[in-house]
């Protein structure tokens, strides 16, 4: 049977174009009950393996006890899927129309619904009633496309209801209900005789699942909510009124960024033309106005009179305000905030894209006895407390949930939500890492097995066919040289002096594109994860282990594919020539950065390996040398290694890596060949090269490091990076040998995030920190989805592969290039959380200790203390809840703080109490209290003697802009 559509529409160029559509209707499109008689003929011509209702469904519902099957419309299906995924949840009818309209509103529940339909044992059918004869039904004049859709729904209910009563084959009748919260769909089902229940009203009379009610989403009434008590935030402007606003430039579109350190902070990124952004500062409950972090907002700037500066003080949402508006924390800051160096500021009207997702956190039990509602605490200090409703409180009261965001109601401080599922007890190690990798989006799930297929039948072996494609460098004396227990060797390096008198050096690099082919699912899972995680006790791999650890990590003493950069040099690290191609390498030697510098410098090692180690060594200091001279920046970071106990995996030391001429060794033959083949990629694809820049800070971002270094009487230059660089190796001050070290630690926290772009989407290549016109990512493959990108490009720039469209879409590139950005810099967060998480383990076992650290940053009400010896930051307070007020004075120009006649300033040295505070579950700290200089009060006695000044100052990681 043949439905048609025809309707025209005017062309650009003034025509008239009549278009046709077609629509067939079906007879022969089966119910999904294998026991109905009137199907059963048509259900032989079916797929074997498609999902179907069960034969005999069976009901636990007080409401509905006869055996039945449920239809949930729309609003069901994308507020209620937690409730859907349940296990409990099963012989449940999902409609084409559902489907479709779910795909449009929401990606990622049309995703979840489609895994729960493909899951054999939920026993969810999908109907096709928009192909079905008698179940498509066309949209009546005046009839809205909801209305419509809605009564599609009930027409399908009703044809379900017939067929199955016509079936001979069930002595127990079976009924179809209708689940929806819709109450004029319900109203209308019940008029057409239709059985239909809210979601609230089934799930409760679920005798046996009592514990799905926690899962319920809350789905609050606008009419009910203004009604029923004071309203605290202003209306949301309608998205009609919103882009009116944006037209005329009265609003301003962004995304709402969140403050760590003070809940009643934000600030909202708003994205200009060419590049050009700007920040606007949002402050006060009120002017928040239900924002979340990340959400894509529409605000109102202020009056400038009205424009103010950020707030240094450091507030926690951590009291049991309910619907009060102003609390004693929000007029503390008013109070701190100041008209001087303000910024622009305004008001959140409107919400254009909520970008809620599930959070990890504790439940905060209600100190009233018998209460169902509860706060629950996330764990990014971004994220609002959430209400939740549980009767489950006090076994969840211990352990790490995920809770989802249903919505926030104008009358209510916090917003409402529902809990979703249990991770575990809070402080497990286990627990923790599932909590940091979930908050920080790291895909961590096994691979697939439709992943896993894509890879090489084992034992796998080099052919004559792949020799005769490859250079067979085999014979050259080749070594990797990397941090201790590394499994996944991408890259080895190669020196030998030539017949000329010159050098000859190679990168060889891991070939895994020669594994990964375009397109198919490993290519995708790799470059949905766009990076291998280190965490401090694991691994999270962006390739399955068969190629991480095994086919392409260049081990010694096995044949390996590698993709190699061979330069000609002269002795003074001039390029004459430079070669790529593909390669076959045997890696003589596999070597940790101490085993390699042990070599270089014991003099009675003469082995071919050796000499080339000290040939890389020489040239790398020339090279080095060359890229400061160019006015690279040599930044600081402090970076810790634990040392972990082999039976209980916890932390035993912890210490700040020490770093060896060989770290630097290989570094600059990683950047000499990053930037060789970004040449190379970018002659040959001008339009679609994957290239990475660093843009050059603002201006602004270096008021903090100016002022810093001015209270030292020292004189920072911004004007360019070469006049940074220099002006930081001149920043020297008798006495204070670790301020320099202090200077380039805070000059990184100034620095922009490097970034992946398309060479055809952006006009500015610069990378900032390493002052190089061009650059990329080439040299860590098996770590890095970008360099994938790159061999493929270099491949086909030198003949050794073929190319493919995607590559050549610079669109297609560009949007590749922003989940990479995405995934690195969660990637950088996890990792951070995962040190934070291993550092209070090892404080919780060590306890208490003195340490001696130095003032990074000055705030209204405390102090942000370094420890160098561990790597660590943490804040001392000197205004706490419960202890007498003190006299201080905060000078924002310096900037330092006056505490009781007692002078603090950036990098001065002080003497800190070092605990792990437990009092807070959810949020363990450490906790460090002043100890020197001694303030009556405010310090605290020491814990142990004095110590020694042996670890005061020890080396820091330089940090690699690349």
């Not at 049309?110 to 949209?139: A, C, G, L, M, S």
């Not at 909801?146 to 009703?158: P, Q, S, Y």
């Not at 910024?343 to 009233?368: A, D, E, H, Y």
């Amino acid at each position: 049977m043949l439905k048609s559509k025809v309707f025209v529409k005017k062309t650009r160029s003034g025509g008239v174009l009549k278009i046709v559509r077609e629509h067939y209707l079906r007879d022969d499109i089966v119910c999904g009950w294998q026991p109905c008689e009137e199907c059963e003929a048509l259900a032989q011509d079916q797929a074997p393996d498609r999902a179907h209702l069960n034969d005999e469904p069976l009901s636990s519902s007080e409401l509905c006890p006869q055996p039945h099957f449920v239809l949930p419309d729309t609003n069901v299906v994308l507020h209620q899927i937690d409730i859907l995924e349940d296990p409990a949840i099963q012989n449940v009818i999902i409609l084409q129309t559902v489907l479709q309209e779910v795909r449009h509103r929401s990606a990622p529940v049309y995703k979840r619904i489609k895994d729960v339909i493909h899951n054999p044992d939920k026993h969810f059918y999908t109907f096709t009633n928009e192909h079905h004869k008698d179940t498509y039904i066309e949209q009546e004049q005046g009839e809205g496309a909801n209305d419509r859709n809605d009564r599609a729904i009930r027409v399908a209910v009703k044809w379900y209801n017939e067929h199955l009563k016509k079936s001979q084959n069930s002595d127990v009748h079976i009924q179809v209900i209708l689940m929806t919260n819709d109450r004029k769909n319900k109203e209308r089902a019940v008029e057409d005789g239709l059985t239909a229940f809210t979601c609230d009203e089934y799930i409760k009379s679920l005798a046996g699942n009592p514990e799905l009610i926690d899962r319920l989403a809350c789905i609050s009434d606008a009419t009910k909510e203004i009604e029923s008590s004071k309203l605290i935030f202003t209306e949301h402007l309608a998205l009609s009124k919103i882009q009116q606003g944006l037209k005329s430039n009265s609003y301003l579109q962004g995304t709402f960024r969140a403050n760590r350190d003070n809940y009643l902070e934000a600030t909202v990124w708003v994205h200009g033309e060419e590049g050009k952004s700007k920040e606007i500062l949002i402050q006060g409950l009120k002017h928040l106005n239900r924002a979340v972090h990340e959400d894509t907002v529409a605000v109102e700037l202020l009056p400038k009179e009205m424009w103010i500066a950020p707030s240094a003080v450091v507030l926690q949402d951590e009291g049991q305000v309910e619907e009060d508006g102003e609390d004693e924390q929000e007029r503390l800051m008013k109070n701190a905030t100041t008209k001087n160096f303000s910024k622009p500021t305004g008001r959140v009207v409107g919400i254009i894209k909520r970008n809620w997702r599930p959070f990890c956190g504790m439940i905060s039990k209600s100190l009233i006895k018998e209460s169902t509602r509860h706060l629950f605490t996330p764990a990014d200090r971004r994220i609002p407390r959430i209400r939740i409703e549980t009767r489950q409180a006090e076994t969840l009261e211990k352990q790490r949930i995920i809770v989802v965001i249903d919505g926030w109601p104008r009358n209510s401080r916090y917003p409402n939500g529902h809990f979703v599922r249990s991770l575990g007890i809070a402080g497990s190690k286990e627990t923790e890492t599932e909590v940091l990798l979930l908050e920080h989006d790291v895909p961590h799930l096994p691979f697939s097995q439709a992943v896993l297929s894509f890879l090489p039948k084992m034992p796998w072996e080099i052919t004559e066919q792949d020799l005769k494609e490859r250079l067979d460098l085999r014979h050259l004396h080749i070594c990797s040289v990397d941090p201790p227990g590394c499994t996944d060797i991408d890259d080895a390096l190669h020196c030998r002096e030539l017949e000329n008198g010159n050098l000859e050096v190679g990168v060889h690099i891991a070939d895994v594109s020669h594994f990964i082919r375009p397109g198919n699912a490993l290519d995708q899972e790799s470059a949905n994860r766009g990076t291998t995680v280190y965490l401090c006790d694991k691994r999270i791999d962006m390739v399955p282990e068969l190629l991480s650890s095994n086919l392409c990590s260049l081990r010694s003493n096995v044949d390996r594919f590698a993709f190699s950069c061979i330069w000609e040099m002269t002795h003074n690290a001039e390029i004459l020539r430079t070669t790529f191609t593909k390669s076959v390498i045997d890696s003589k030697a596999s070597l940790t950065y101490v085993e390699a510098q042990m070599r270089i410098d014991d003099e009675n090692m003469i082995d071919e390996v050796t000499k080339g180690l000290r040939r890389l060594n020489k040239l790398a200091k020339i090279l080095k040398k060359q890229r400061i001279d160019k006015g690279a920046l040599t930044l600081s970071s402090p970076e810790v290694r634990f040392h972990i106990d082999s039976e209980t995996h916890d932390p035993i030391d912890l210490q700040t890596k020490e770093l060896k001429e060989t770290n630097s060794m290989v570094e600059e033959f990683m950047l000499l060949a990053n930037i060789s083949v970004a040449q190379k990629i970018y002659e040959e694809f001008s339009e679609c090269a994957l290239l990475r820049k660093h843009p050059a800070p603002p201006p602004s971002n270096y008021d903090i490091l100016v002022k810093a270094a001015s209270s030292k009487n020292l004189i920072i230059q911004t004007d360019s990076a070469k006049a940074l660089a220099q002006s930081l190796d001149q920043a020297e001050v008798p006495g204070s040998p670790y301020l320099n070290t202090l200077l380039r630690i805070l000059t990184t926290r100034c620095m922009m995030q490097a970034v992946y772009f398309c060479s055809g989407m952006d006009t500015d290549f610069h990378h900032f920190g390493l002052a190089s016109p061009i650059y990329t990512h080439f040299t860590s493959p098996i770590r890095r989805y970008s360099d994938i990108i790159v061999h493929r490009l270099l491949a086909v720039a030198i003949d050794a592969d073929s190319t493919y469209p995607d590559i050549m879409d610079k669109h297609k590139q560009q949007a590749l290039c922003n989940n990479l950005n995405y995934r690195h810099k969660m990637a950088q967060y996890s990792q951070r959380a995962s040190v934070a998480c291993h550092t209070q383990l090892f404080f919780k076992h060590k306890g208490i200790v003195d340490e001696i650290g130095y003032i990074l940053f000055v705030k209204k009400n405390a102090i942000v203390v370094l420890i160098p010896k561990f790597g660590l930051e943490g804040t001392v307070f000197f205004e706490e809840k419960g202890k007498q007020s003190l006299k201080m004075q905060y000078n924002e120009e310096i900037p330092s703080i006056t505490v009781e006649g007692t002078l603090f300033k950036m990098f001065d040295k002080v003497t800190v109490t070092i605990t792990l505070d437990s009092s807070n579950m959810q949020h363990q700290k450490i906790r460090m209290g002043l100890v020197d200089p001694v303030i009556p009060g405010v310090s605290i006695p020491r814990s142990t003697p004095q110590q020694s000044k042996a670890n005061e100052e020890p080396k820091v990681k330089k940090a690699r802009h690349i």
